[in-house]
């Protein structure tokens, strides 16, 4: 990883927690640049895509997706994909949740 988002995609890799929150502030004193004005007002510059997005690659190279933007409070959410899902029965029915429905 180099460019622009290197010192964002060490940070999460160095981390080492499940759920990394972050303002955008923290963000932008990270790269040590400013966010474009995209990334305050759509949550598509945020989508965890591999291609044509520096961005997204910082992130999901350093095994993190964006779980969550809150605009109002200018926060992130950045969280470690489950790898593990338990699949629940109801006899032959299966229990469908968000996590099962995300895989």
């Given amino acids: ?4 988002y290197q010192s964002l995609y060490e940070h999460l890799r ?6 990394v929150s972050l303002s955008l502030a923290q963000i932008e004193s990270l790269i040590e640049d400013e966010l474009p004005d995209s990334a305050r007002e759509s949550k598509a510059w945020w989508s965890n895509r591999s ?3 520096l961005q997204a690659q910082a992130w999901m190279s ?3 997706f964006v779980d969550d933007v809150d605009f109002e ?5 950045f969280r470690k994909p ?7 029965r109801d006899g032959e029915t299966i229990l469908w949740n968000g996590d099962m429905v995300k895989a």
Wanted: no cysteine.
């Fill in 14 to 19: 160095r981390s080492g927690k499940e759920e």
């Fill in 1 to 4: 990883m180099k460019g622009k």
């Fill in 73 to 77: 409070k200018k926060r992130v959410i």
């Fill in 82 to 88: 489950i790898i593990r899902y338990e699949v629940k």
């Fill in 62 to 64: 350093a095994g993190y």
């Fill in 51 to 53: 291609k044509g997005a």
